[in-house]
């Protein structure tokens, strides 16, 4: 046989053999099959970390296999933060403080206060940050609570005037509501005397801890973003209800 008739039938010979590893199920290239051991053996592995792991006891696992790569990772509750949940938001150093309240199970986080702040402002924060909303302060309970926490927090240097509430009279008519449920605020015990006294202003028409009340309710300014009360210092007090479903995890 010529040497190009032997390199012809070599040739021939190996495209058959690949035809019948290619054709058999379970098989193919070395390379190919390494491949899939690996990401049987790193799904095993993820499985088992998802069924292990406990994000910090602040959230749930979620595991999601897919094609080409695996998503694992935490689901975390409200107001935790970080890869393995690990972080409270609430209890940031010097940005916030955390007060839990037993009778209806929710959880207050009162900032230290900032310039160029306004209503929008911390209520935005509270939503993308911390889960919630502003508070809103339907009772004296309630009231005593924040406003002994208050105190507290300008005893330890906060330089707030104004703790922002959830309170604001949206219609500019004298009727107040709580913005995170659109109940009308029926409490009347958290008023300053002579409180409220901007009736029908856009401007002054969200509920607010005033210092100069002595931490009583006065409706003030919504907005210390710019011009003459740029330079007041404003806080808000923001409320975080508990999850009312399980986490949700994906297997």
Known sequence: MGTTAAIMVFLVVGVLVAVVVESQPGRGPPME???????????????RYCRNSRCSSHGSCFFRKQRYSDTIGCRCDAYYTGSSCQWD??????????????NNGHTYCLSFGERRTGFNK???????????????????????????????LRNDGAPAADWYTGGRD????????????GE??????????GEPSDVGSAQYSCI????????????????????????????????????????????
Not at 170 to 181: A, L, R
Not at 184 to 193: K, L, Q, R
Request: hydrophobic residues 40%; contains cysteine.
């Open 33 to 47: 099959r390494a491949g899939r051991l690996l990401r049987k053996q790193q799904y095993v592995r993820d499985r």
């Open 89 to 102: 938001a609430c209890d940031e150093e010097g940005k916030y403080k955390k007060v839990e309240f037993a």
């Open 122 to 152: 911390e209520r935005q924060r509270c939503s993308s940050i911390l889960g919630g909303d502003l508070a809103a302060v339907r009772d004296i309970a309630i009231f005593n609570l924040l406003k002994f926490h208050i105190g507290t």
């Open 170 to 181: 949206i219609g500019n008519n004298g009727i107040f509501v709580w913005v995170s449920t």
């Open 184 to 193: 009308v605020n029926t409490f009347e015990g958290g008023w300053a005397s």
């Open 208 to 251: 607010a801890f005033h210092l100069s009340d002595s931490l009583r309710f006065n409706d003030v300014h919504c907005d210390n973003t710019g011009g003459s009360f740029s330079s007041w210092v404003a806080a808000g007090i923001c409320e975080i209800a508990p999850p009312t479903t399980p986490p949700i995890v994906e297997v």
